[in-house]
């Protein structure tokens, strides 16, 4: 049992600049991988941290042309 349940619904979500710099390390990396798997880098950009590129990948290495495959696992 919580004894505070306060502390976890009323106390904002902080980031600091390092967690800032992991989330764009994280977000350049799905770019890359997702532009190696034939996705436009501008579209690359716009759904990277929105899917799994696993699931992209999966689709595109059993023949999906990668924009198919992009649509299938939004």
């Keep these: 049992m919580i004894e505070n349940p306060e502390i976890w619904c009323s106390e904002p979500i902080m980031t600091t600049p390092a967690a800032d710099e992991e989330e764009l390390l994280v ?15 501008a579209v690359a950009e716009v759904e990277a941290d929105r899917l799994d590129w696993h699931q992209v990948a999966r689709l595109v290495q059993h023949g999906y042309p990668p924009r198919l495959a992009l649509r299938i696992a939004r």
């Design 27 to 41: 977000h350049t990396w799905r770019v890359a991988r997702l532009t190696q798997l034939g996705i436009p880098r």
